[in-house]
């Protein structure tokens, strides 16, 4: 009786829930035919994105043009990351952002809302951009931004 019991109070705390918190979906196949990261089937990752192996597009995001995710990054929410921008380690876009020309964000990035990451610009480190933040054309590393 007590290892049934044991095994009962057991399940909750074994149990996964998957990529996008179980969201049904397919590992990404890159151009090369390298199998990717995880994409939710209401997502959309383009032909000529990198899906890197680790990461998450959940939700309705999207993926497109030349841009690359690696890492573990998580692109969820209706963010959007395009052309040629990359976002990787443990970085999170999310919400309604969007990052987009040669932007990048890495390390334990966030950026979310409404904000949008263009140009040049480069977010690292714990930096949070979020409401209607617009930053381009220069590296952030620390702080909120809104």
Same mark, same amino acid.
């Given at each position: ?65 030349? *841009?690359?995710?690696?890492? =573990? /990054?998580?692109?969820?929410? &209706?963010? !959007? #990351? @395009?052309?040629? $921008?990359?976002?990787? +380690? %443990? ?11 040669? *932007?990048?964000?890495?390390? =334990? /990035?966030?950026?979310?809302? &409404?904000? !949008? #990451? @263009?140009?040049? $610009?480069?977010?690292? +480190? %714990? ?20």
């Amino acid at each position: 009786m007590k290892a049934l019991v044991l095994l009962l109070i057991s399940f909750p705390i074994l149990a996964t829930t998957g990529p996008c918190d179980g969201q049904s979906g397919a590992y990404h196949i890159n151009a090369g035919g390298e199998a990717g990261g995880f994409v939710a089937s209401t997502a959309r990752a383009g032909e000529r994105t990198y899906i890197g192996k680790g990461t998450q597009i959940c939700d309705y995001a999207q993926v497109l043009n030349s *841009a690359q995710i690696t890492g =573990n /990054a998580i692109i969820r929410d &209706n963010a !959007k #990351v @395009y052309d040629n $921008a990359r976002v990787w +380690g %443990n970085a999170i876009v999310f919400e309604n952002a969007e990052v987009f020309e040669e *932007a990048g964000v890495w390390e =334990n /990035a966030q950026v979310f809302g &409404n904000s !949008k #990451v @263009y140009g040049f $610009a480069g977010l690292r +480190g %714990n930096v949070q951009v979020h409401g209607i933040a617009r930053m381009y054309d220069a590296t952030y590393s620390s702080g909120q931004y809104y």
